[in-house]
């Protein structure tokens, strides 16, 4: 399945015109949840044939045309969390199939390439609607374009895969109203590969937006002093502010969406809900509009240790987002209640707990500067007793490997590489930091720097997706051991995130879930993308590229090197994509932006509990941050049985 993904991806710039399944109904009559059917007939709905588009979605269901009704239970952990409901609604004009080895229409009808791949046609489908009702066409793909993406104050800069190869943005043109055109000055082989990650997650804009509702907050076209007394009236310093928070689905249930379900209250509830979508444009091959299932819950939980009691307890129904992997035997255990069973999809590669180190971390000039040296990275992972921690943290599966894709995939550099510095070898790393001038040590046996200073290190760790607090305590030990005082600090998601963006952050761990997709999304190993996207690999990277130099710190050669290839994979066929990733992954692992630990288990979002009257959920799933999943495995298909 590796072979095909990567086959798939790589040369979808083959891909001129796709549309998932025939129309549904043909000759035949749709078919609606029996609320909806009460709501027309007490007028306040219009019929289903006249809210769904003249080619719906068909949505192939994995084991049966399923049955309406129902309520989907879920847990998150609070606001910060929202790409919980990100990822149950994968709301993009493509997105991946269920093995993530193709990109399928979903709100678009199809897309065509020229044969320079330069220009890119998008075609919308006739007679889709918001979820109040209005017509979803080219416009509002314009209004994110002209007055969002070309918004300086919205969009202080732009996107990589929206640049042409001077860094202008590239052209939107609207055709007609259900055909839009993308012009680059350089080929876009991997067009519909970005346009499936643009569903506005990581507070970012979907690249479609619901222009008659949101023009309301937008100077272009509400005069500016009544936004900016709307702002005022919310509490917000900015008409930015307010925009941004009115465009978000989750923060804004009065704001229309394409997804099969809406949200009802907000992600900062402790109860956020989203109800099934009357104007969803997506069918089952008998002509059932869907969703089958009427809401999802999703219950706040303060940690995920309770989170985890809970889905032991069978009170989810189908949850895999922060399932600790340490409980996978008790949860196998409790399958003998007959209330769930368990699933598992493990991930395509990388690491499933990095460190990854600051580069240009500034608040302490000697620590720093340490970290920004790749022998003292080096050291650091030759430190590390990966053994022990996959037999304590992982289960005993795994393997210890580097951020690099999975043996098999075309994009894997080589063992060499997948392995490299991660032999446990203390005296190894003694000697390198021995090497760097860290010679003296205190009374404690810490190393002091040339400032006199103890060097100390802190791990910040967000307890969520997998046991990385205890990663990171033995990862604390192994590097005392050689010296190096560690602190691990425990930190709530959201603050974490922004001390990341504000380059506060010396090391954390996270798990590398992007080396299937090196060149496209939010991928870690391009400085150019937010740092709220990516780990603390070097935020003043981020700000030196987007102030043009003027801020910040300039990237090194192999982050250079990186972004050129990143470039060049954007560009080319799958031939020069393979050989362009595969360098750079050979730079990644030498340089160890970030320290892999164990890898290719099913630690991060890999462990499913399933409510067993929950139907139509794959057994088998492309699991990865860019397939969205469990978004990837068509969501509006699950439904239970009654």
Not at 91 to 97: A, Q
Not at 524 to 530: A, E, I, L, T, V
Request: proline share 7%; with cysteine; glycine share 8%.
């Amino acid at each position: 399945m590796l072979r095909k993904l990567a086959i798939a991806l790589c040369a979808c710039w083959l891909l001129t015109l796709t549309q998932l399944g025939p129309a549904a109904a043909q000759g035949g009559k749709y078919h609606e949840a029996p609320a909806l059917a009460e709501q027309v007939k007490a007028g306040k709905l219009p019929p289903v044939e006249q809210r769904l588009p003249e080619q719906p979605l068909v949505v192939p269901v994995v084991e049966k045309i399923g049955e309406y009704g129902g309520l989907w239970r879920r847990a998150f952990l609070g606001p910060a969390d929202a790409n919980n409901y990100v990822r149950v609604v994968y709301d993009g004009l493509f997105r991946f199939t269920p093995d993530g080895a193709d990109i399928e229409p979903k709100i678009a009808l199809g897309a065509k390439a020229s044969a320079d791949f330069k220009v890119w046609t998008i075609l919308l489908r006739k007679g889709a609607r918001w979820s109040d009702g209005a017509p979803f066409t080219a416009d509002d793909i314009v209004f994110w374009y002209k007055d969002v993406l070309l918004n300086k104050d919205l969009m202080p800069t732009l996107p990589t895969w929206t640049q042409n190869a001077d860094g202008t943005a590239m052209k939107v043109e609207k055709v007609d109203d259900y055909t839009v055109q993308f012009t680059y000055d350089r080929p876009a082989t991997l067009f519909l590969s970005e346009v499936a990650n643009q569903d506005g997650p990581d507070q970012s804009y979907a690249m479609f937006l619901p222009a008659h509702y949101l023009k309301q907050f937008h100077p272009a076209y509400t005069p500016k002093a009544d936004v900016d007394r709307l702002a005022q009236a919310a509490s917000f310093k900015s008409w930015t502010q307010l925009f941004f928070t009115k465009a978000v689905p989750y923060q804004n249930p009065e704001r229309p969406t394409m997804a099969a379900w809406m949200p009802v209250t907000r992600v900062s509830d402790p109860v956020f809900t989203v109800r099934r979508n009357p104007y969803y444009i997506g069918v089952d091959t008998a002509g059932n509009q869907l969703p089958y299932i009427d809401e999802i819950r999703f219950t706040y939980f303060a940690d995920q240790q309770a989170l985890n009691l809970a889905a032991i307890a069978g009170d989810f129904d189908m949850q895999a987002r922060h399932i600790q992997m340490t409980n996978y035997p008790v949860l196998k255990d409790q399958e003998k209640t007959g209330k769930y069973h368990v699933l598992i999809w493990p991930t395509f590669g990388g690491s499933d707990a990095v460190v990854a180190f600051n580069t240009t971390y500034t608040a302490d000039p000697a620590i720093g500067k340490l970290m920004a040296t790749k022998d003292f990275r080096v050291a650091l992972s030759y430190a590390i007793n990966r053994d022990e921690i996959k037999e304590s943290v992982f289960l005993g599966l795994g393997e210890a490997r580097q951020a690099v894709p999975a043996p098999g995939h075309p994009y894997f550099p080589g063992k060499e590489w997948a392995t490299k510095y991660t032999e446990f070898n203390r005296d190894e790393a003694n000697k390198m930091l021995d090497a760097l001038g860290l010679t003296t040590r205190n009374p404690q046996g810490i190393r002091l720097m040339a400032n006199g200073k103890p060097a100390t290190i802190e791990i910040s760790v967000v307890p969520a997706f997998g046991a990385w607090p205890d990663v990171a305590q033995l990862i604390a030990k192994d590097w005392e051991a050689v010296g190096i005082k560690t602190v691990v600090q425990i930190r709530e998601r959201a603050l974490h995130t922004q001390m990341r963006e504000s380059n506060q952050l010396m090391t954390e761990i996270w798990n590398e879930d992007t080396t299937a997709f090196p060149f496209t999304g939010g991928a870690k190993f391009d400085p150019r993308n937010s740092p709220l996207q990516t780990l603390t690999m070097g935020p003043l990277y981020y700000r030196w590229l987007t102030s043009g130099g003027k801020e910040g710190v300039e990237p090194t050669e192999p982050l250079k090197r990186i972004m050129q290839l990143i470039d060049t994979g954007r560009s080319v066929g799958h031939d020069g994509q393979v050989q362009a990733a595969q360098e750079l992954f050979r730079i990644w692992a030498d340089n160890v932006f970030e320290v892999g630990t164990i890898g290719l288990t099913p630690m991060v979002q890999g462990v499913v509990v399933v409510n067993s009257k929950l139907h139509n959920v794959p057994t088998t799933l492309g699991n990865d941050w860019p397939l969205r999943t469990p978004g990837n495995a068509r969501t509006e298909q699950f439904f239970f049985a009654k």
